[in-house]
């Protein structure tokens, strides 16, 4: 299983990205789907999430500037990026969990290489 990130890039402030996550197999084959991100000398953290039903989940700083979506028929995830802010600055990685199928209900986890968002004047 594989994950390719792209769409990366610099924007100015206010601007807006769209960044791809194209996956080797059927992402509806994924338990879900999410985007991290990971600012310069600091943690990697969560910043929106599907499931295999297609609802999402937003962290609070970019609820209502970030849209996560998928294209099922292309296997390909989005996270669409409007209003960015120079603390969006960093790296975005995509993770995929797919369930093993065993009687443990056991996730393997799945992480994409990451694309570089600069937002800057």
């Known amino acids: 299983v594989q994950l390719q990130a792209s769409g990366g890039g610099l924007v100015q402030p206010g601007g807006s990205l769209r960044l791809s996550c194209a996956t080797s197999v059927n992402i509806l084959s994924f338990n879900d789907m999410s985007w991290y991100h990971q600012a310069p000398g600091k943690q990697r953290e969560l910043v929106a999430e599907?499931?295999?039903?297609?609802?999402?989940n937003y962290a609070d700083s970019v609820k209502g500037r970030f849209t996560m979506s998928r294209d099922n028929a292309k296997n390909l995830g989005y996270l669409q990026m409007n209003s960015l802010k120079p603390e969006d600055t960093g790296v975005y990685y995509c993770?995929?969990?797919?369930?093993?199928?065993?009687?443990?209900?056991?996730?393997?986890?799945?992480w994409g290489q990451g694309t570089l968002v600069t937002v800057s004047s």
């Open positions: 993770k995929a969990r797919l369930p093993l199928g065993d009687a443990w209900g056991t996730l393997a986890h799945y």
């Open positions: 599907i499931d295999s039903g297609g609802s999402t």
